[in-house]
C-alpha cells in the first residue's frame, strides 16, 4: 500500500479481535522498521519489547486503566528508553559502529567525548526524557510500517510507568518505559471508531510556508 494511502487508512483502533493473531513475518517487519528509526546522534537509546504472552499482556491492563485493547491485541510492543546516559553506553554503540564499518576504533573519539561532556553532567530525568523522545520517533516508524502492511495499532501512554517496569523488570536493564502499542486486527463490528472520518487540521492551518 502506498504510504499515505496507509495513512489515511490507519486510526487508533479501539477493538480488536482476539482471535486473529498477526503473522510473525509481519511483526518482524513492524520491529524491523523500528531498529532502522534515525536516533539522536545514532545512539539508539530505548529498546522494544514483544508481548505475545496472553497472561503477561493480562497483568498489564490491570496498571493501564484497564484498557482492553491491551489484552486483545495479538502483540503488545513496549517501548523502553535508557534511565540515562553512561560513558559506557555511549562507547558500546559506537565501538558496534566502528566495528561494523570496518573503522578504527577510536575514529569517532573525539565525538563520543564532546557527547560525554554534553550528557554525563545532566540530571538522570533530563537524560531519560531526551532518550524517550527518540523511542517516539522509533514508534512512528513502526505505526508507519503496519499500516503499509495493513496490520491496525493503538499507541498507548495511559499506563503506570512504574508498574510496568516492574512487570517487566526494566529497572535491572536500566530502561524505564515510554510508551506501548498494541499490534493486532480490528474487529470492525465493534469499534465505534472504526468508520468515523478521520480529523485532522487543514493545510493551510497546519503548514506554514516560509520561502
Sequence with gaps: MELLE????RYATKKYDPARKVDKTLIDKIVEAARLAPTSSGLQPFEVFVISNQELKNKIVSVAFDQQIIADCSHL??????DNYTAERIDEIYALTTTEREQP????????????S?????PAEVNYTHAAEQAFISLGFAIAEAASLKVDTTPVGGFINDEVDKLLHLEEKGLRSVVLLPVGYREEANDWLANLKKV?????KFVTEIA
Design 105 to 116: 576504533a577510536d575514529r569517532y573519539n573525539a565525538y563520543t567525548d564532546r557527547l560525554k
Design 200 to 204: 485532522r487540521n487543514p493545510r493551510e
Design 77 to 82: 510492543i513496549v517501548f523502553a528508553a535508557w
Design 118 to 122: 554534553l550528557y554525563l553532567p545532566r
Design 6 to 9: 496507509a495513512f489515511k487508512w
